[in-house]
């Protein structure tokens, strides 16, 4: 009875807190509420027994995904992104719901819910939880997990580009970057010496 109340608090506590991350127009709000949704799902993986994913839960995301998501909030101008985002909400959610029900319907036609993995309780107790995920990480899923890393760096990529859109240098004579205010500046830092 406690394990199941304890889950439905995790769930709902997960699910609310994405919620507020999506939705809400304050990005360290969203940030916050972000790091509250990867806490609770860690306690999730607690109730079942898998210590070391909860572990690497809240290292990994809690931790080092969640400083990088800060880290490019701090790039991004507010009102630039509010504007461009407002003009693509209507396609996203509409690009989102599809791919929410092509996943319900690929999970139900298919038999991915109702199959069962080769790891048996017994097999993992025997071995140990972070040898079977090793095991089952670099042998049969190796290329998933090395397209996840890749999709990361271009994650990467693509957040450096779009912090960088809206700098713009001014450009002196011949296309050059101004450095006369750099220079006027510098001059008077010396004339006060």
């Known amino acids: 009875m406690t394990a199941q109340l304890l889950f439905f608090y995790f769930g709902g506590m997960a699910v609310a807190g994405a ?3 999506v939705f809400t127009p304050n990005l360290v709000y969203s940030a916050l509420s972000l790091l509250m949704t990867f ?6 993986y607690i109730l079942l027994n898998a210590e070391f994913i909860a572990a ?3 290292i ?18 507010p009102e630039q992104e509010k504007r461009y985002f407002h003009k693509q909400y209507k396609i996203g959610a509409f690009l989102g719901a599809v791919v929410l029900f092509l996943m319900v319907f690929a999970g139900f036609k298919t038999e991915i819910l109702s199959k069962g993995g080769p790891f048996t309780v017994e097999y993992v107790e025997e071995i140990g939880h972070t ?10 899923f190796i290329f998933p997990f090395e397209i996840a890393s890749f999709i ?13 859109r809206g700098i713009k240098k001014p450009k002196g004579p011949g296309g050059r970057v101004d450095l006369s205010s750099r220079r006027k ?8 010496r």
């Open 19 to 21: 919620v507020v991350a």
């Open 39 to 44: 806490i609770h799902i860690a306690g999730i």
């Open 56 to 58: 690497v839960q809240i």
């Open 60 to 77: 990994v995301y809690a931790g080092a995904i969640l400083v990088t998501y800060v880290f490019v909030l701090m790039l991004f101008n």
């Open 131 to 140: 040898r079977a995920i090793g095991n089952a990480l670099f042998t049969d």
């Open 152 to 164: 990361l760096l271009v994650a990467m990529f693509g957040a450096i580009i779009l912090a960088g």
């Open 185 to 192: 500046a510098k001059e008077a830092i010396v004339g006060e």
